[in-house]
């Protein structure tokens, strides 16, 4: 499968309209300070690698300063994880975090249909959610003629637990999701975390997309 790198898959989530993090990827702990300079203001500085788990690995760092930045990006170019050597950091506002949820969708083999998953409780696998928190989790699978539609989507929020205009708004971003995994030919397509920040707006923190080997001929622009 072609996996994009998380700036890759933010790219393709604004173009959806899916809010993400200020802030782009860098190829020097310059461009990192550079980058840190126009944000104007704490940022997180994310190792691009196809790995999970990176904060544990210590390739997730904060900075409070452009010159900051460029440390941090210093220690995380170069950087070995797995079989994977990190040649692109990514520099994003470090944002103010009141809740984290999972969205999610994956192409089922076994109900040969896209099924699209969330989940109230984000920040870790879906597996390991699922596992711990069963109730907090909900799938719909989806009809291939008709896609995802808000109102589906809507609801398995509401399986999750969540309400009010929160749902409405988590609904929304699910079907966007959706149609940006429809449109790439995404074997696979998360947010997690999907965080809802102190000021009350949803923006996606992380994104993984898998692309169908077999699609990505059809998609020049990745």
């Given at each position: ?39 104007g203001?704490p ?41 994977f ?16 949820f ?27 959610i ?24 809507r ?52 994104s ?15």
């Open positions: 499968m072609a996996r994009l790198h998380e700036y890759q898959g933010k790219a393709l989530l604004r173009q959806f309209g899916i809010p993400v993090p200020e802030g782009r990827p860098a190829q020097t702990p310059e461009e990192a300070g550079r980058v840190a300079a126009e944000i203001a940022v997180v500085i994310k190792a691009q690698a196809w790995v999970t788990g990176r904060a544990g690995l210590g390739a997730i760092r904060f900075a409070d300063t452009p010159e900051e930045a460029k440390v941090a990006a210093r220690a995380l170019l170069g950087m070995q994880i797995g079989q050597t990190v040649n692109r950091v990514l520099v994003e506002r470090k944002l103010a975090i009141a809740r984290e999972y969205a999610g969708l994956i192409i089922d083999d076994r109900e040969r249909a896209p099924v699209a998953i969330f989940s109230s409780v984000g920040g870790t696998g879906i597996e390991q699922a596992r711990e928190h069963p109730d907090k989790v909900a799938r719909h699978t989806v009809d291939i003629r008709l896609g995802l539609r808000e109102f589906e989507a609801e398995m929020v509401r399986r999750a637990g969540v309400h009010g205009r929160l749902l409405l708004k988590l609904g929304d971003v699910i079907a966007r999701l959706y149609r940006a995994a429809r449109t790439y030919d995404a074997r696979a397509a998360e947010i997690n975390p999907l965080v809802l920040t102190e000021k009350g707006a949803l923006v996606a923190a992380d993984r997309f898998t692309i169908d080997d077999y699609a990505v001929f059809r998609h020049k622009d990745l």
